[in-house]
Each structure stands twice: as C-alpha cells, then as structure tokens.
C-alpha cells in the first residue's frame, strides 16, 4: 500500500478544528489511561550562527495503533531569504508492523493543532465560550486560532491587535469572510472590560497585556497564552501568573518542557507544583470554570501527543 503524501492544503483539509479539538480530548483520556505517550523534544541548533543559527526539534509519540515522528527546523532569518520560517514533516506508521502510513506537512500539523488545543481549553474553562475573543499577534497562530475560535465557538466578536496595524486589520478582514465580526483595535484596554476571552501569540520579550492592578481583569476571563516558548519571553504580566497560580487557575497544555520554555511562567516565579496539566484539570473542568479570586490563565508549550492527534485523525480518512 502507497503512503499518502499530504501537502498543506491536504493536511489541512484532514483537520477539521472543531474535529482535531475532539481528538485532543481523547489524546488526553489515553495519555491518563498510559496508552500513549510521548518523551520530551529533543531541540539541536543547526547552521551557522554568523548567518541566523536555525533550531532542529525532533517530537517522536505513539499510542497503541500509531507512532509518529514530528521534524521540525526553524530559521528566523528564512523570510530575508524568501522561505519559511518553519520548515518539517510528520511521518505517521502502523505501530504493529512500522508500515509507513503518511506524509504530513508539519507546519500546517504544528499550526492547527496548536489552535486546536487552545480552542479545546477555551469551549472546557471559559465561562462566556460564545462571548467576544481578543487576538494579540498578528502571525499565522494568530490566523490558525482566530479560524479555530471562529470554526469551534462562533464568537460574537474578535478584536485583532497587532505592532502593525496593517496586519491585524487584515486578519479581522478575513475574519469577516468567515462570518464574524471582527475589528482591529489599537490599544487592548479599551476592549479588555468587554471580551471573555483572549488569547495572545506574539514573541514578546515585555508583557503585551495590562498588569492584573489596572481594574480591567475580572475572574471570568480566559487566557490563552501561547506565544512564549523560549525563557527571555514574556507575555504576561507577572502579577497575573501569580494570581492564577495562588488560586488554582493556572493550567498548562503539559508539564513536559514547560520548565525551559515557559517564559512567562520563569519570569513571574512560578512554583511548578501549582501548575495543573491539562490532562487531569479537564476532568474538573465545572469546578475550575466556576473558581474565582483571578482570571484563568491556560499556557501552551506543544507537546507530541497533540501532534499525534492530528496524526490519529489525519490517517482517518488514509485507507
């Protein structure tokens, strides 16, 4: 039997947000019954640092019937030379017999899964799912969680912020070609009060939202911060972190790498001990949504097992 060698827009195709949300949850319900489970990436920097040292991230996982491979490179200086930043693929097989299954394109894997991990933890923890979302960033997690959000909740509005403001009116154009009302704003405090949700996918050294003193937060806020992958990041405010933290309202997609990674998390000191990972904090999920003191603070870091997820729903449709 051939491989199926998925470009992007076929990736894409064979993941459905709303779908790939779905199988995320039941990722999460085999990673606690230990039928699947993934080691920590493996990151080796390649190139050379004169030209933009690029990063290799290697995200192997299995569960029962599949395992799969992620490879991923990643080049900042690649826009200044016509290619993407990220560059991979993701090799799925038979876990029985190692038969190769299919060709992923990786980004599109690592993009939409991301987005879909997000929308997963918004429809469980936020109060108001259905309210008005707030977008921070303006990059293509910016563009694959405002589809997720739009395709998995039907938001009554999004607001897009971004350095360029170009670029976040673009995002709330297209946002209008999926059926939402969507408008970009300058300043994030004048919609802050009015939103139930945001999410924030910048590579911000410095907090992008205000500090948790500024009378704009409530409990009932959501957020999604996403995009702080590396210590010197930092997209929220330290106070914030804190408050979720003292109240049992932080959670993260998984605890695996969120020590060298988070860095909003390092910065605003963080006991790692009052972290809860996804996996069980889903199954209190009423309770947590119901918990106040601070706003609910969900922070992702990847993990293979969500790749495999996509892997899992991808071969769905491969015999």
């Not at 640092?49 to 799969?68: F, I, K, Q």
């Not at 299954?101 to 990786?106: K, M, N, Q």
Request: charged share 20%; glycine share 8%; net charge negative.
């Amino acid at each position: 039997m051939s491989v199926a060698l998925l470009d992007a827009a076929q990736t894409a195709a064979r993941l459905p947000y709303p779908a790939l949300a779905r199988a995320i949850a039941a990722m999460l319900a085999e990673l606690r019954a230990g039928t699947a489970m993934a080691p920590p990436r493996i990151a080796l920097p390649v190139g050379d640092p004169a030209g933009g040292e690029g990063t290799l991230l290697v995200m192997p996982a299995r569960n029962r019937e599949l395992v799969m491979t992620k490879n991923i490179t990643v080049h900042p200086g690649n826009p200044q030379r016509g290619l993407p930043n990220i560059l991979g693929e993701v090799v799925v097989a038979d876990a029985h017999t190692g038969r190769r299954l299919a060709l992923l394109d990786g980004p599109t894997v690592t993009g939409r899964r991301t987005a879909a991990v997000s929308l997963l933890a918004a429809q469980s923890f936020a109060p108001d799912p259905a309210g008005e979302l707030l977008i921070i960033g303006a990059g293509v997690q910016a563009l694959t969680h405002l589809e997720a959000f739009a395709a998995g909740l039907s938001p009554r509005r999004v607001w897009l912020h971004s350095r360029t403001a170009a670029k976040a009116e673009a995002l709330a154009a297209h946002a209008r070609t999926l059926g939402v009302e969507a408008q970009s704003v300058d300043d994030v405090r004048t919609v802050l009060p009015r939103v139930s949700m945001v999410v924030t996918v910048t590579s911000s050294l410095v907090p992008v939202l205000p500090d948790l003193d500024s009378g704009l937060w409530r409990d009932d806020h959501f957020i999604a911060a996403v995009g702080a992958f590396r210590p010197e990041m930092c997209e929220l405010p330290p106070a914030l972190c804190q408050a979720a933290s003292a109240h049992g309202r932080l959670l993260a997609d998984t605890l695996f790498g969120i020590e060298e990674e988070a860095g909003d998390l390092l910065q605003a000191g963080i006991a790692w001990s009052t972290v809860q990972p996804f996996e069980r904090a889903i199954l209190a999920e009423d309770a947590l949504r119901a918990r106040g003191g601070s706003p609910l603070v969900f922070k992702s870091v990847g993990y293979a097992l969500w790749d495999l997820a996509a892997c899992v729903l991808a071969s769905a449709g491969t015999a």
